[in-house]
């Protein structure tokens, strides 16, 4: 019955390698959030799921970043081709809808080398 | 697209004293507001949030924030800080992101706190 949970809580991959963030939801939540914590940048929305359906996804800084849900419960988040920029904390939060408030997951700290 | 602004990015007080941080945003339709706070090595966690009604609103640990709507702006404030209380604070507004038709959670920068004992 825990909060939202995100693994690995920390990552160090070397520039141009993919790299895969896994969430788990609060169980129930139907919208699940990904944003990025970069230092001295605030948290920076990134993709918004309600259900297994990403309505947006305006904040994917470039094609390289991907995402998707299943089940309605677990969602990836894929990093392909790393650079050094993305280095950052990446959270995930879930709500039981889009409008109710959101819980955040302890985040995944990512290095790029 | 909405914005959000807070003005202190890192204040410094001793214990007892009295803390309000500002926060203003930038949208013209119907928003909920929320504060979140982020202890040191601790993960992001709701602090308050306004949906409607009372303006006022009371969360935890003493913390209240007052909804203007004139002015745009959602201040956080506690009369007496303590120790504890350091950490880094997000103001939050949710509104609706018309092109995408979703709601978005747009965040402040932060503002850290520093409480000396």
């Known amino acids: 019955g825990a909060g939202v949970s995100q693994s690995p809580s920390n990552k160090v991959t070397e520039k141009g390698k993919d790299v895969e963030l896994r969430c788990d939801p609060i169980?129930?939540?139907?919208?699940l959030y990904w944003y990025r914590q970069s230092l001295g940048q605030g948290l920076e929305f990134l993709i918004y799921f309600q259900g297994n359906s990403a309505p947006d996804k305006s904040g994917l800084p470039s094609d390289r970043f991907s995402a998707e849900r299943t089940g309605g419960s677990v969602s990836t988040l894929t990093i392909q081709r790393t650079q050094q920029e993305d280095s950052a904390v990446y959270l995930c939060a879930s709500s039981p809808d889009r409008q109710e408030t959101q819980y955040f997951g302890p985040g995944t700290r990512l290095l790029v080398l | 697209a909405q914005s959000v602004s807070q003005h202190n990015h890192h204040v410094i007080l001793s214990e007892a004293a009295s803390l309000e941080l500002g926060c203003n945003y930038s949208y013209g339709g119907t928003v909920n507001l929320f504060w979140y706070v982020q202890y040191p090595g601790q993960h992001l966690q709701l602090l308050l949030k306004y949906f409607s009604g009372d303006p006022l609103v009371k969360g935890i640990k003493g913390f209240e924030a007052e909804f203007i709507k004139s002015k745009f702006s959602f201040n956080l404030r506690k009369p007496s800080v303590q120790w504890s209380d350091t950490a880094e604070y997000f103001c939050a507004v949710n509104a609706r992101n018309s092109g995408a038709g979703s709601y978005q959670l747009t965040f402040g920068k932060g503002t850290k706190l520093s409480v000396i004992p």
């Open positions: 169980s129930g939540h139907t919208a």
